[in-house]
């Protein structure tokens, strides 16, 4: 007999990938910040974690950072994967699965993006085009009435 299972492209992460992501996500916060990795690049920024996720295998681990500040983000990516050795074995210690993932660092562009997004719903085509549907909107009650 075969299950009936939502198709994997389509369905999100499942209860165990969001789970271990978010196991990873509070190991690597936390060695950031207690200052386990040996680096004047990582040790003079603040990084934040707000994301992890897990492929379903759970063989890779993809780490989206932040530098608070948003300066230098290059450099405390290449710094982040210069030490990927000694993370990922910092992590397998902590999180306890079958395999030690491996684990690649990327810039968490989500703040950025709701900037953009902001900036273009107060923009002046956008506020006219609002406004324009307001009034729409009311002569269609006025002639409904």
């Given amino acids: 007999m075969?299950?009936?299972r939502p198709d994997s492209s389509q369905a999100g992460p499942s209860q165990r990938q969001l789970r271990?992501?978010?196991l990873v996500r509070h190991a690597i916060?936390?060695?950031?910040?207690r200052g386990e990795i040996a680096d004047p690049v990582i040790s003079s920024h603040m990084i934040t974690v707000p994301e992890v996720r897990m492929s379903p295998d759970m063989r890779l681990a993809t780490i989206y950072v932040v530098a608070l500040g948003?300066?230098?983000e290059t450099a405390?990516?290449?710094a982040l994967e210069a030490h990927h050795k000694f993370i990922r074995t910092e992590i397998a210690h902590r999180v306890n699965l079958r395999y030690a993932p491996d684990i690649r660092f990327r810039?968490?562009?989500r703040f950025e993006e709701a900037e953009r997004i902001d900036r273009?719903?107060?923009s002046p085509e956008v506020a006219r085009d609002l406004?324009?549907?307001?009034?729409?909107?009311e002569s269609d009650e006025e002639t409904r009435s």
């Fill in 29 to 33: 916060a936390e060695i950031l910040a």
């Fill in 107 to 109: 810039r968490d562009d």
């Fill in 131 to 137: 406004d324009a549907s307001e009034t729409t909107d």
């Fill in 20 to 22: 271990v992501a978010e």
């Fill in 76 to 78: 405390v990516l290449k």
């Fill in 2 to 4: 075969s299950r009936n």
């Fill in 120 to 122: 273009l719903l107060r």
């Fill in 70 to 72: 948003g300066k230098d």
